[in-house]
Protein backbone atom coordinates (compact mmCIF):
# COMPACT_ATOMS: atom_id res chain seq x y z
CA UNK A 1 0.00 0.00 0.00
CA UNK A 2 1.46 3.33 -0.74
CA UNK A 3 0.07 6.84 -0.25
CA UNK A 4 -2.10 8.45 -3.13
CA UNK A 5 1.02 11.39 -3.48
CA UNK A 6 3.30 8.46 -4.36
CA UNK A 7 0.64 6.80 -6.70
CA UNK A 8 0.50 9.47 -8.16
CA UNK A 9 3.69 10.86 -8.85
CA UNK A 10 4.35 7.28 -10.71
CA UNK A 11 0.95 7.30 -12.71
CA UNK A 12 2.59 10.72 -14.04
CA UNK A 13 6.25 10.49 -14.33
CA UNK A 14 6.85 6.69 -13.77
CA UNK A 15 9.76 5.70 -16.01
CA UNK A 16 7.71 2.48 -17.51
CA UNK A 17 3.77 3.64 -18.25
CA UNK A 18 3.92 7.50 -17.00
CA UNK A 19 1.48 9.52 -18.43
CA UNK A 20 3.73 12.21 -19.04
CA UNK A 21 6.75 10.06 -19.80
CA UNK A 22 5.07 7.75 -21.86
CA UNK A 23 1.53 8.60 -23.13
CA UNK A 24 1.16 13.20 -22.67
CA UNK A 25 -1.99 12.83 -25.22
CA UNK A 26 -2.30 16.89 -24.77
CA UNK A 27 -4.17 18.68 -27.84
CA UNK A 28 -7.76 18.98 -29.20
CA UNK A 29 -7.30 15.81 -31.91
CA UNK A 30 -6.86 13.00 -30.48
CA UNK A 31 -6.20 14.40 -26.87
CA UNK A 32 -7.15 14.04 -23.11
CA UNK A 33 -7.24 17.44 -22.81
CA UNK A 34 -5.82 20.48 -24.14
CA UNK A 35 -4.22 23.47 -22.57
CA UNK A 36 -4.09 27.70 -23.86
CA UNK A 37 -1.39 27.53 -26.61
CA UNK A 38 -3.41 24.90 -28.22
CA UNK A 39 -6.15 27.16 -27.82
CA UNK A 40 -5.29 30.04 -29.76
CA UNK A 41 -1.91 31.68 -30.88
CA UNK A 42 -2.91 34.61 -28.85
CA UNK A 43 -2.04 33.33 -25.49
CA UNK A 44 1.73 32.61 -27.12
CA UNK A 45 1.72 36.25 -28.70
CA UNK A 46 0.49 38.27 -25.74
CA UNK A 47 3.32 35.89 -23.53
CA UNK A 48 5.65 37.59 -25.68
CA UNK A 49 5.06 41.07 -25.08
CA UNK A 50 5.31 39.50 -21.13
CA UNK A 51 8.41 38.07 -21.92
CA UNK A 52 9.62 41.41 -23.55
CA UNK A 53 8.48 43.65 -20.80
CA UNK A 54 10.69 41.17 -18.36
CA UNK A 55 13.60 41.77 -20.86
CA UNK A 56 13.61 45.24 -20.31
CA UNK A 57 13.74 45.29 -16.79
CA UNK A 58 16.43 43.39 -16.58
CA UNK A 59 18.55 46.08 -19.19
CA UNK A 60 18.59 43.11 -22.15
CA UNK A 61 20.69 40.65 -20.76
CA UNK A 62 23.20 37.98 -22.85
CA UNK A 63 21.85 35.47 -22.56
CA UNK A 64 18.42 35.85 -21.64
CA UNK A 65 16.87 32.37 -19.78
CA UNK A 66 13.76 31.17 -21.18
CA UNK A 67 12.88 28.57 -18.82
CA UNK A 68 9.71 26.81 -19.51
CA UNK A 69 8.51 24.22 -16.85
CA UNK A 70 6.14 21.45 -18.35
CA UNK A 71 6.85 22.52 -22.02
CA UNK A 72 4.00 19.28 -22.92
CA UNK A 73 3.94 18.94 -27.34
CA UNK A 74 6.18 21.80 -27.49
CA UNK A 75 3.37 24.17 -28.95
CA UNK A 76 4.41 27.25 -26.81
CA UNK A 77 8.36 27.33 -27.12
CA UNK A 78 7.74 27.18 -30.76
CA UNK A 79 5.20 29.58 -31.01
CA UNK A 80 7.33 32.25 -28.67
CA UNK A 81 10.41 31.53 -30.24
CA UNK A 82 9.09 32.03 -33.71
CA UNK A 83 7.45 35.30 -32.53
CA UNK A 84 10.59 36.28 -31.49
CA UNK A 85 12.48 35.78 -34.23
CA UNK A 86 10.30 37.45 -36.23
CA UNK A 87 9.04 40.58 -34.03
CA UNK A 88 12.00 40.89 -31.65
CA UNK A 89 15.24 39.19 -33.71
CA UNK A 90 17.68 40.84 -30.80
CA UNK A 91 15.68 38.95 -28.01
CA UNK A 92 15.60 35.63 -30.32
CA UNK A 93 19.64 35.83 -30.58
CA UNK A 94 19.91 36.67 -27.02
CA UNK A 95 17.80 33.48 -25.47
CA UNK A 96 18.74 30.53 -24.02
CA UNK A 97 16.00 28.34 -23.79
CA UNK A 98 15.93 25.68 -21.20
CA UNK A 99 13.31 22.73 -20.89
CA UNK A 100 12.43 21.50 -17.55
CA UNK A 101 10.82 17.73 -18.66
CA UNK A 102 11.06 14.06 -17.52
CA UNK A 103 12.86 12.12 -20.39
CA UNK A 104 10.80 10.22 -22.05
CA UNK A 105 7.81 10.55 -25.15
CA UNK A 106 7.29 14.24 -24.46
CA UNK A 107 10.70 15.47 -24.05
CA UNK A 108 11.13 13.49 -27.73
CA UNK A 109 8.47 15.37 -28.94
CA UNK A 110 9.77 18.95 -27.85
CA UNK A 111 13.21 18.12 -29.23
CA UNK A 112 11.83 17.12 -32.62
CA UNK A 113 9.64 20.17 -33.08
CA UNK A 114 12.49 22.66 -31.76
CA UNK A 115 15.16 21.51 -34.43
CA UNK A 116 14.21 23.29 -36.95
CA UNK A 117 15.49 26.70 -34.89
CA UNK A 118 18.85 27.79 -35.66
CA UNK A 119 19.89 29.43 -31.73
CA UNK A 120 23.00 30.82 -31.19
CA UNK A 121 22.19 29.17 -27.51
CA UNK A 122 20.67 25.82 -28.35
CA UNK A 123 17.97 24.47 -26.17
CA UNK A 124 18.57 22.41 -23.25
CA UNK A 125 17.02 20.62 -20.73
CA UNK A 126 16.47 20.35 -17.04
CA UNK A 127 15.99 17.42 -15.29
CA UNK A 128 13.43 17.59 -12.96
CA UNK A 129 15.68 15.92 -9.93
CA UNK A 130 15.18 16.26 -6.47
CA UNK A 131 17.59 18.87 -4.68
CA UNK A 132 19.95 17.06 -2.97
CA UNK A 133 22.83 19.55 -2.08
CA UNK A 134 24.36 19.08 -5.77
CA UNK A 135 25.37 21.76 -8.27
CA UNK A 136 22.40 22.38 -10.71
CA UNK A 137 23.72 20.52 -13.68
CA UNK A 138 26.75 22.59 -15.24
CA UNK A 139 24.92 25.69 -15.93
CA UNK A 140 25.63 29.08 -14.24
CA UNK A 141 23.11 31.17 -13.00
CA UNK A 142 22.11 34.14 -15.51
CA UNK A 143 19.47 36.62 -16.05
CA UNK A 144 16.03 35.64 -17.59
CA UNK A 145 12.37 33.90 -16.98
CA UNK A 146 10.83 31.06 -15.43
CA UNK A 147 7.64 30.06 -16.10
CA UNK A 148 5.26 27.35 -16.66
CA UNK A 149 1.30 26.89 -17.94
CA UNK A 150 -0.30 24.11 -16.43
CA UNK A 151 2.61 22.68 -14.44
CA UNK A 152 1.72 23.33 -10.97
CA UNK A 153 -1.37 21.13 -10.87
CA UNK A 154 0.49 17.76 -12.20
CA UNK A 155 2.71 17.89 -9.43
CA UNK A 156 2.00 15.31 -6.63
CA UNK A 157 0.12 15.89 -3.92
CA UNK A 158 -0.46 14.26 -0.50
CA UNK A 159 -4.64 14.01 0.00
CA UNK A 160 -5.78 14.60 3.47
CA UNK A 161 -9.06 14.79 5.31
CA UNK A 162 -9.71 16.04 8.68
CA UNK A 163 -11.32 13.08 10.46
CA UNK A 164 -13.53 13.10 14.02
CA UNK A 165 -10.09 11.59 15.52
CA UNK A 166 -8.10 14.34 13.71
CA UNK A 167 -6.41 14.26 10.34
CA UNK A 168 -6.24 10.97 7.92
CA UNK A 169 -4.36 10.82 4.59
CA UNK A 170 -5.56 8.72 1.72
CA UNK A 171 -3.32 5.50 0.37
CA UNK A 172 -3.70 3.22 -2.57
CA UNK A 173 -3.77 -0.47 -2.15
CA UNK A 174 -2.94 -2.37 -5.16
CA UNK A 175 -3.21 -5.75 -3.98
CA UNK A 176 -6.82 -6.58 -5.87
CA UNK A 177 -7.85 -6.40 -9.46
CA UNK A 178 -7.94 -2.59 -9.21
CA UNK A 179 -6.49 -0.02 -6.85
CA UNK A 180 -8.38 0.80 -4.21
CA UNK A 181 -8.69 4.13 -1.69
CA UNK A 182 -7.48 3.42 2.08
CA UNK A 183 -7.45 6.10 4.68
CA UNK A 184 -5.46 6.02 7.39
CA UNK A 185 -2.95 7.51 9.91
CA UNK A 186 -0.66 10.71 8.17
CA UNK A 187 2.02 8.99 6.54
CA UNK A 188 4.77 11.13 7.59
CA UNK A 189 5.63 13.87 10.27
CA UNK A 190 6.72 16.25 7.36
CA UNK A 191 2.89 16.00 6.34
CA UNK A 192 1.83 16.85 9.57
CA UNK A 193 3.92 19.85 9.60
CA UNK A 194 2.67 21.04 6.26
CA UNK A 195 -0.91 20.25 7.80
CA UNK A 196 -0.33 22.47 11.09
CA UNK A 197 1.49 24.79 8.81
CA UNK A 198 -1.28 25.52 6.46
CA UNK A 199 -4.39 25.06 9.05
CA UNK A 200 -3.39 25.63 12.58
CA UNK A 201 -4.22 23.28 15.59
CA UNK A 202 -8.23 23.79 14.97
CA UNK A 203 -8.66 20.97 13.05
CA UNK A 204 -11.94 20.61 14.56
CA UNK A 205 -13.46 22.63 11.71
CA UNK A 206 -12.21 20.85 8.84
CA UNK A 207 -14.02 17.74 9.83
CA UNK A 208 -15.15 16.16 6.67
CA UNK A 209 -13.03 18.48 4.48
CA UNK A 210 -10.62 17.16 2.09
CA UNK A 211 -7.87 18.91 0.44
CA UNK A 212 -4.42 18.60 -1.43
CA UNK A 213 -1.39 19.68 -0.08
CA UNK A 214 2.21 19.43 -2.58
CA UNK A 215 4.91 19.14 -0.42
CA UNK A 216 7.44 18.84 -3.41
CA UNK A 217 6.85 22.28 -4.16
CA UNK A 218 8.98 24.09 -2.36
CA UNK A 219 12.03 21.31 -3.70
CA UNK A 220 10.99 22.46 -7.36
CA UNK A 221 10.64 25.97 -7.26
CA UNK A 222 14.05 25.91 -5.51
CA UNK A 223 15.04 23.98 -8.16
CA UNK A 224 14.41 26.29 -11.07
CA UNK A 225 15.54 29.18 -9.08
CA UNK A 226 19.61 27.48 -9.05
CA UNK A 227 19.17 28.56 -12.77
CA UNK A 228 18.21 32.40 -12.53
CA UNK A 229 20.51 34.91 -10.87
CA UNK A 230 18.23 37.39 -11.23
CA UNK A 231 14.84 37.84 -12.76
CA UNK A 232 11.12 36.97 -12.45
CA UNK A 233 8.86 33.59 -12.17
CA UNK A 234 5.56 33.83 -13.84
CA UNK A 235 2.79 30.53 -13.33
CA UNK A 236 -0.65 30.35 -15.16
CA UNK A 237 -2.67 27.54 -13.78
CA UNK A 238 -6.11 26.89 -12.06
CA UNK A 239 -5.96 27.65 -8.56
CA UNK A 240 -6.66 30.04 -6.28
CA UNK A 241 -5.56 31.63 -2.88
CA UNK A 242 -4.99 29.24 0.35
CA UNK A 243 -8.48 30.76 2.16
CA UNK A 244 -10.65 30.31 -0.97
CA UNK A 245 -9.07 26.54 -1.96
CA UNK A 246 -10.02 25.38 1.20
CA UNK A 247 -13.06 26.56 1.98
CA UNK A 248 -15.95 24.62 2.50
CA UNK A 249 -17.10 24.91 -0.97
CA UNK A 250 -14.52 22.63 -1.69
CA UNK A 251 -15.63 19.65 0.97
CA UNK A 252 -14.07 16.69 -1.62
CA UNK A 253 -11.07 18.60 -2.58
CA UNK A 254 -9.94 19.96 -6.40
CA UNK A 255 -8.36 16.46 -7.75
CA UNK A 256 -9.80 15.50 -11.13
CA UNK A 257 -8.72 12.88 -13.56
CA UNK A 258 -9.07 13.83 -17.26
CA UNK A 259 -8.95 11.06 -20.14
CA UNK A 260 -10.65 11.52 -24.10
CA UNK A 261 -11.72 15.56 -22.90
CA UNK A 262 -13.51 13.89 -20.06
CA UNK A 263 -13.01 14.59 -16.57
CA UNK A 264 -13.91 12.53 -13.96
CA UNK A 265 -13.50 12.42 -9.71
CA UNK A 266 -12.92 8.38 -10.17
CA UNK A 267 -9.49 9.27 -9.40
CA UNK A 268 -8.36 5.92 -9.63
CA UNK A 269 -10.19 4.18 -12.51
CA UNK A 270 -8.14 2.49 -15.35
CA UNK A 271 -4.43 1.65 -15.33
CA UNK A 272 -2.23 3.75 -13.54
CA UNK A 273 -0.29 6.32 -16.74
CA UNK A 274 -3.73 6.08 -19.00
CA UNK A 275 -4.93 9.48 -17.85
CA UNK A 276 -3.77 13.07 -16.61
CA UNK A 277 -4.47 13.64 -12.58
CA UNK A 278 -4.25 17.01 -11.72
CA UNK A 279 -5.41 19.31 -8.57
CA UNK A 280 -6.08 22.94 -7.89
CA UNK A 281 -2.61 25.32 -7.26
CA UNK A 282 -2.32 26.85 -3.58
CA UNK A 283 -0.91 30.13 -4.95
CA UNK A 284 -0.42 31.24 -1.10
CA UNK A 285 2.20 28.30 -1.03
CA UNK A 286 3.82 29.55 -4.17
CA UNK A 287 4.40 32.79 -3.33
CA UNK A 288 4.95 31.94 0.03
CA UNK A 289 7.71 29.52 -1.18
CA UNK A 290 9.08 32.20 -3.55
CA UNK A 291 9.23 34.98 -1.07
CA UNK A 292 11.23 32.16 1.41
CA UNK A 293 14.05 32.55 -1.74
CA UNK A 294 13.76 36.54 -1.72
CA UNK A 295 11.31 36.93 -4.39
CA UNK A 296 8.90 39.63 -4.28
CA UNK A 297 5.39 40.14 -5.63
CA UNK A 298 5.08 41.99 -9.26
CA UNK A 299 1.37 40.64 -9.70
CA UNK A 300 -1.36 38.56 -9.05
CA UNK A 301 -4.83 38.37 -11.14
CA UNK A 302 -6.78 36.19 -13.53
CA UNK A 303 -6.16 34.81 -16.97
CA UNK A 304 -8.90 36.85 -18.02
CA UNK A 305 -7.64 40.23 -16.91
CA UNK A 306 -4.45 38.90 -17.30
CA UNK A 307 -4.39 38.73 -21.24
CA UNK A 308 -6.79 41.62 -21.47
CA UNK A 309 -4.39 43.85 -20.04
CA UNK A 310 -1.61 42.52 -22.15
CA UNK A 311 -3.78 43.58 -25.34
CA UNK A 312 -6.16 41.00 -26.25
CA UNK A 313 -9.42 43.20 -27.86
CA UNK A 314 -5.86 44.56 -30.30
CA UNK A 315 -4.86 40.82 -30.71
CA UNK A 316 -8.12 39.77 -32.57
CA UNK A 317 -8.55 43.03 -34.17
CA UNK A 318 -4.98 43.32 -35.94
CA UNK A 319 -5.03 39.51 -36.74
CA UNK A 320 -8.87 38.97 -37.83
CA UNK A 321 -8.32 39.12 -41.60
CA UNK A 322 -6.08 35.85 -41.17
CA UNK A 323 -8.11 34.27 -38.36
CA UNK A 324 -11.54 31.93 -39.57
CA UNK A 325 -14.75 32.78 -37.65
CA UNK A 326 -13.93 29.11 -35.70
CA UNK A 327 -10.43 30.35 -34.89
CA UNK A 328 -12.18 34.20 -33.12
CA UNK A 329 -14.54 32.08 -31.45
CA UNK A 330 -11.53 29.64 -30.21
CA UNK A 331 -10.05 32.78 -28.89
CA UNK A 332 -12.69 33.78 -26.60
CA UNK A 333 -12.19 30.46 -24.31
CA UNK A 334 -8.92 32.18 -22.89
CA UNK A 335 -10.57 34.94 -21.61
CA UNK A 336 -13.97 33.64 -21.09
CA UNK A 337 -15.35 33.92 -17.41
CA UNK A 338 -16.61 30.75 -17.94
CA UNK A 339 -14.02 29.10 -19.86
CA UNK A 340 -10.44 30.12 -19.10
CA UNK A 341 -11.10 33.15 -18.09
CA UNK A 342 -11.62 33.38 -14.60
CA UNK A 343 -10.48 30.03 -12.96
CA UNK A 344 -7.37 30.17 -14.52
CA UNK A 345 -4.59 32.93 -12.53
CA UNK A 346 -1.52 33.90 -13.50
CA UNK A 347 0.96 35.09 -10.81
CA UNK A 348 4.47 36.96 -11.36
CA UNK A 349 7.42 37.35 -8.67
CA UNK A 350 10.64 39.13 -9.36
CA UNK A 351 13.99 38.85 -7.72
CA UNK A 352 17.24 40.90 -8.09
CA UNK A 353 15.86 43.15 -10.40
CA UNK A 354 13.64 46.59 -11.19
CA UNK A 355 9.73 45.76 -11.22
CA UNK A 356 8.81 45.16 -15.12
CA UNK A 357 6.04 47.48 -16.61
CA UNK A 358 3.25 45.03 -15.39
CA UNK A 359 1.09 45.82 -18.53
CA UNK A 360 -1.04 42.23 -17.57
CA UNK A 361 -1.64 43.25 -14.24
CA UNK A 362 -3.60 46.74 -14.82
CA UNK A 363 -6.88 45.20 -14.55
CA UNK A 364 -6.27 43.18 -11.48
CA UNK A 365 -8.23 43.23 -8.50
CA UNK A 366 -8.27 39.94 -7.06
CA UNK A 367 -6.62 39.59 -3.29
CA UNK A 368 -3.02 39.04 -3.83
CA UNK A 369 -1.79 35.60 -2.30
CA UNK A 370 1.17 36.80 0.06
Known amino acids: MITFCEYMKQSLGGKDGGYYTSRGRIGF ?31 YP ?39 ELPGVLQERQKERLASFNMRYPPRWILPT ?44 QSGDRPEPVWGPL ?10 EVFGPNDAEMQGQEVELCLMLKDVLARLDRFLKRGFMLWIDYGDIRDELYSGRRKSGTLLSYKNHKVTDNLLEGTPGESDLTA ?16 SLEGYTDQMSWLMGLGFPEWIEANANRLSPEEIIQSGILVHPLKMGRIFKVLLMKKGTESCDRTGFRFGGLRPPL
Not at 137 to 165: K, M, T, Y
Not at 187 to 196: A, L, N
Request: with cysteine; proline share 5%.
Open 130 to 173: VLKGEDADDVQPESGIIFGNEFLDALPVHRVRGGIGGWEECYVD
Open 280 to 295: FVDFTRVARSLSALDY
Open 62 to 100: DPFYMIEAGPGNGTLAVALLTVFKSAAPDLYNRIAPFFY
Open 29 to 59: EGGDFFTAPETSSAFASLLALQIMEADRALG
Open 187 to 196: SSEKVEREVR
